[in-house]
């Protein structure tokens, strides 16, 4: 025989006499909350404001350094400015008696160069130019 006793059911009772937290208090705490979280927005936008302006300050004055040493550099590419350099080193022009005119059939690729030289080089020039063509030395254009 059986023995009909209740199935035990686990239920929370809730304690209406229990002490709550007032509706005020609840209040209270989202007020607290919204606040701290609009003072640490306002502080993580002020740093990043900050980081802003320090990089905008970083990129004029290199700008401006960047413009001074172009300044620079434009003065002293002048040909007034070169010459005065050059004549500070020592430099001078070229003497007319100093210019060495070299005929084409010594350049390499030189239209005069009608004679048939066996040499290894001579061949290695043949083959290089049979596989790029472009591959030439382009003759010098003399105006003497």
Do not use: C, H, N
């Amino acid at each position: 025989m059986k023995k009909k006793t209740p199935t035990p059911v686990l239920r929370r009772r809730f304690d209406f006499d229990r002490p709550r937290v007032p509706l005020a208090g609840w209040i209270l705490v989202l007020v607290l909350v919204v606040a701290f979280v609009e003072v640490w927005q306002v502080t993580r936008v002020s740093a990043l404001t900050m980081s802003t302006e320090k990089t905008a300050r970083l990129l004029e004055d290199t700008e401006a350094r960047r413009d001074y040493l172009e300044g620079r550099l434009a003065v002293t590419r002048t040909r007034s400015a070169l010459e005065a350099r050059a004549r500070a080193l020592g430099m001078k022009p070229a003497e007319p008696s100093q210019i060495v005119v070299v005929p084409a059939a010594y350049l390499a690729g030189g239209d005069g160069a009608d004679e048939r030289d066996e040499s290894f080089a001579a061949l290695g020039r043949m083959f290089a130019e049979s596989l790029v063509p472009s591959a030439r030395a382009k003759g010098r254009v003399s105006s003497y």
